[in-house]
Structure formats: C-alpha cells, structure tokens
C-alpha cells in the first residue's frame, strides 16, 4: 500500500508544459488572483496557449480555468473532466451547447475542444485543475443592456475566488470583457474583468499579430486578423496598453483560423 502510495504521488505533476515565454513575470505579485487572457474567439493559438498556461500554473498549487461558456454547462463539463476515458469524456459534450451549430462565434472551435481535453489530462496526470464555466446562462429582463451580463459575469468569476480562495484563476473570455476600464462610446460599460479587485487581476491582451480567425462579422468564415504587432516576437510582456485597460499583452504569433466542432446552420 505504502509502495502504491508513494508511486502514486510521483506521477502527479509529471506533465510537459509549453507555456509563453515570460509567464513567470505574471505571479512575482503575491497579490495576483487572477490571470486573464483576452482574446479573439476563433483561433487555434490562443486556447493552445492558454491551455499550457494553465499547466504551467498548476505547477505550484491548484487552479481554475474560468472559461467563457454557459453555466448551465457546469456540470457536463464536470463530467467531461472526471471522465475515466477518452470516450466518456467526449460523450459528456454531446448534446451541449458546446456542439451546438448555431453558435458561431468562435467559442465551440476544434481548438476550444482540444484545450478541454488538455486541462482534462492535466487532471488526469494529478494536476489540482478544474474547470469553471461564467457566462449567465439566463436571458437579461428587458430594459437591461449589456453592462447588466458584464455585472453577471463579474459575479461568477468572484465565484470561482470564493469557492476556491487557493487556487489561482485563469481567465480565457473575449478581449472586450477583459477590459480593466470602462469602453468609451460602448454599449458595454464596465466590462466583465473591470469589477474584480485590480490589484489581484493581471489582465493580457492577445496582441494582434496577423494570420487568420473563424467566426462570423457578420458572414461566418475565415477572416483575416490585422497585423499591427511585430510577428516574430513571442511571449508575456507586462507593459500596460489601451491606458490601462489591459496590463500587457500576449504575443503568439500569426494565428490559425480554428472552425468549429459543428460547422453552423445556414439561413
């Protein structure tokens, strides 16, 4: 039993992680609860990179991956991360609204799926991951903009910091809610990140780089991402942009269009 015990304790922790160059700059404030990446939905770098973020941070104690999907996904995605076999696991996303067709943008790609299935094997490996979903599945009352959703989204992210005072949180949501300061001219308000506590939030911005997204602007397909950073460079920079509406930025390189699971419906 001893003999099983102690073997049992090496394997966890022995993953390989390929984090971004410089995440380590990211926990040197003690401070730091939250770890937000803003993105572009439909890309296969940024869910790979944050995917391996989060391996990387689990390195040192427990974490959450606060994933921009529905709520009421709780519990299938719970499922999906105790799943004793790959099978299993990908059973418990059929019928969700992960594989539903008609969303289309960008947040049920191919690679949105891989990155499930990777923070899955990191708690297979021992890895204290979980995962936890933050978009209000309930419709707003009318009347009520969006600033009211961003309200709620706040509300769940500070969820995940209750439920979990340990852990550190890793954010994967669209750039706009990543926002640290209000949208100027918007419909948004606050965004989402702009409600958590700002010195315990570390708020990353995917640079843009080039290369290629899927999601629908209003036509659904591929479309090219303007390239305004430098391409080549790579990594976590914590130099604040946009006045301070984002900490830094994250630089992946050109991205690759990643189509969803199901592709949508057509009218």
Request: overall charge negative.
């Amino acid at each position: 039993m001893i003999a099983m015990l102690l073997a049992s304790m090496l394997l966890v922790g022995e993953v390989d992680c390929a984090p971004p160059p410089g995440l380590e700059l990211v926990w040197r404030d003690d401070r730091t609860r939250f770890l937000v990446v803003g993105e572009t939905h439909g890309t296969a770098e940024a869910p790979a990179a944050f995917a391996e973020m989060t391996c990387a941070a689990s390195e040192n104690g427990p974490v959450v991956a606060a994933l921009e999907l529905p709520d009421l996904m709780q519990p299938q995605l719970e499922a999906m991360m105790a799943a004793p076999d790959d099978a299993t696991a990908k059973a418990a996303l059929e019928g969700t609204w992960f594989l539903n067709p008609r969303i289309d943008d960008g947040r049920t790609s191919v690679a949105m799926r891989a990155m499930l299935y990777r923070l899955r094997s990191l708690r297979q490996a021992g890895r204290d991951v979980t995962i936890h979903a933050f978009v209000p599945s309930l419709r707003r009352a009318p009347g009520l903009g969006q600033a009211y959703s961003e309200i709620h989204m706040a509300a769940r992210l500070s969820d995940a910091a209750r439920n979990r005072p340990d852990a550190r949180i890793l954010v994967l949501v669209g750039k706009a809610h990543a926002s640290k300061q209000a949208v100027e001219g918007g419909r948004i308000g606050l965004p989402a990140v702009g409600h958590l506590p700002p010195e315990e939030v570390v708020s990353l911005v995917i640079a843009p780089q080039g290369g290629e997204a899927w999601n629908c602007r209003p036509d659904c397909g591929v479309h090219v991402m303007e390239a305004i950073d430098d391409p080549t460079t790579r990594g976590v920079s914590l130099t604040a942009v946009e006045d301070g509406a984002y900490d830094g930025k994250l630089r992946l390189g050109p991205t690759t269009a990643s189509r969803p699971v199901m592709q949508p419906q057509q009218p």
